[in-house]
Antibody, heavy 118, light 111 residues
Framework: QVQLVQSGAEVKKPGASVKVSCKASGYTFTGYYMHWVRQAPGQGLEWMGRINPNSGGTNYAQKFQGRVTMTRDTSISTAYMELSRLRSDDTAVYYC???????????WGQGTLVTVSS | QSALTQPASVSGSPGQSITISCTGTSSDVGGYNYVSWYQQHPGKAPKLMIYDVSNRPSGVSNRFSGSKSGNTASLTISGLQAEDEADYYCSSYTSSSTPYVFGTGTKVTVL
């Protein structure tokens, strides 16, 4: 069965970076784009970007350009999302999601809470 | 790219039907048949309910249906049940520099 398992919660100081992992299993990792979506406390979903696990090609939301980097390691079927220069308003749950087709997120990770606090 | 517009809340009694709207522009909802809907219970990851405007993944109840007219997509829940109480989000592909966008979210309450 398809599973996306994310790394555990993180607490970071403002200005630091965080790297969240998403390990995929149960399907061919390189066959589907992986997207990253975040949700601030009590707020809605926000699309951050996506990576093509086959080529490594990425697309990022304009809001995060220059601060976000998405990578993958095909040998261990894992996608990564690194966000730098963290601010308090980056406090959120970060999700990875497999894209079956265009904007069709059929499987989601369990979410990773990133708390940014001094 | 601004978020798609959804009503903040919609409510209905058990057994009734409700409809949630998702309004965008010709650059997103109106321009492509790439609209999906997600259900999210508190503390849980979102769940895909509808994709490509009106297609239902296997395992999703046929009480959920999707449609689109112009720049507005809609999710209808018929025969409302207590378990349908959750937040719902639409999502669309867009032609902007940020190619994907979510709606503002709608809280569904079963009275």
């Amino acid at each position: 069965q398809v599973q996306l398992v994310q790394s555990g919660a993180e607490v970071k100081k403002p200005g630091a970076s965080v790297k969240v992992s998403c390990k995929a299993s149960g399907y061919t990792f390189t066959g589907y784009y992986m997207h990253w979506v975040r949700q601030a406390p009590g707020q809605g979903l926000e699309w951050m970007g996506r990576i093509n696990p086959n080529s490594g090609g990425t697309n990022y939301a304009q809001k995060f350009q220059g601060r976000v980097t998405m990578t993958r390691d095909t040998s261990i079927s894992t996608a990564y999302m690194e966000l730098s220069r963290l601010r308090s308003d980056d406090t959120a749950v970060y999700y990875c999601a497999r894209d079956l087709n265009t904007v069709t997120y059929d499987y989601w990770g369990q979410g990773t809470l990133v708390t940014v606090s001094s | 790219q601004s978020a798609l517009t959804q009503p903040a809340s919609v409510s209905g009694s058990p057994g009734q039907s409700i409809t949630i709207s998702c309004t965008g522009t010709s650059s997103d909802v109106g321009g492509y048949n790439y609209v999906s809907w997600y259900q999210q219970h508190p503390g849980k990851a979102p769940k895909l309910m509808i994709y490509d405007v009106s297609n239902r993944p296997s395992g999703v109840s046929n009480r959920f249906s999707g449609s689109k007219s112009g720049n507005t997509a809609s999710l209808t829940i018929s025969g409302l049940q207590a378990e349908d109480e959750a937040d719902y989000y639409c999502s669309s592909y867009t032609s902007s520099s940020t190619p994907y966008v979510f709606g503002t979210g709608t809280k569904v309450t079963v009275l």
